[in-house]
Antibody, heavy 116, light 112 residues
Framework: QVQLKESGPGLVQPSETLSLTCTVS????????VSWVRQPSGKGPEWMGR???????AYNSALKSRLSISRDTSKNQVFLKMNSLQTDDTGTYYC??????????WGQGTLVTVSS | DVVMTQTPVSLSVSLGGQVSISCRSS???????????LSWYLQKPGQSPQLLIY???NRFSGISDRFSGSGSGTDFTLKISRVEPDDLGVYYC?????????FGAGTKLELK
């Protein structure tokens, strides 16, 4: 079945870079796109960016200058890197298998806290 | 960006009852291909959001027919009938018509 699992550090220092990995199973990254979505505690989700099935990427313009998404299809992994983290970047980060216009499958999420 | 406004912010319901949640978008969600990409998600306590409805009224795989979506243009509604304990949580609407995809702030469904 379709599964996605996020991994990465739970705590990041202000101004540092966040690196997260999404490991997928049950589908191919060359057939489906994967998006990163984050959610501050008690707030609605925010779409961050997408790794298209063809290897292209798309980013939320609000984050584009700080964000990079890449993948390793041989390892079934999608990566997120975001630099210059601030306290308002604290929240739960999800990877999702999306159908371009909606988000069908979500990982369990990983909590990222930005604090010194 | 398209702003999604959900009302009410919270809702109390008795088990077995029916509720409606409203979602309004700041721009029409009709895509230039004619489809309307409005979806609904439920986030149960401590869990990830799960897709309930896509393209306004299409139930995702395994979703009960107690959930129904309707609407057009900028105004949409999610109805939940015969509410069960497992339906409690926060409901979000989301749009995938315009970039970037955006979500509402959520409607919390609680027991009366």
């Amino acid at each position: 079945q379709v599964q996605l699992k996020e991994s990465g550090p739970g705590l990041v220092q202000p101004s540092e870079t966040l690196s997260l990995t999404c490991t997928v199973s049950g589908f191919s990254l060359t057939s489906y796109s994967v998006s990163w979505v984050r959610q501050p505690s008690g707030k609605g989700p925010e779409w961050m960016g997408r790794m298209w099935y063809d290897g292209d990427t798309a980013y939320n313009s609000a984050l584009k200058s700080r964000l990079s998404i890449s993948r390793d299809t041989s390892k079934n992994q999608v990566f997120l890197k975001m630099n210059s983290l601030q306290t308002d970047d604290t929240g739960t980060y999800y990877c999702t298998r999306d159908s371009t216009h909606w988000f069908a499958y979500w990982g369990q999420g990983t909590l990222v806290t930005v604090s010194s | 960006d398209v702003v999604m406004t959900q009302t009410p912010v919270s809702l109390s319901v008795s088990l077995g009852g029916q509720v409606s949640i409203s979602c309004r978008s700041s721009q029409s969600l009709v895509h230039n291909n004619g489809n309307t990409y409005l979806s609904w998600y439920l986030q149960k306590p401590g869990q990830s959001p799960q897709l309930l409805i896509y393209k306004v009224s299409n139930r995702f795989s395994g979703i009960s027919d107690r959930f129904s979506g309707s609407g057009s243009g900028t105004d949409f509604t999610l109805k939940i009938s015969r509410v069960e304990p497992d339906d409690l949580g926060v409901y979000y609407c989301g749009q995938g018509t315009q970039y970037p995809p955006t979500f509402g702030a959520g409607t919390k469904l609680e027991l009366k």
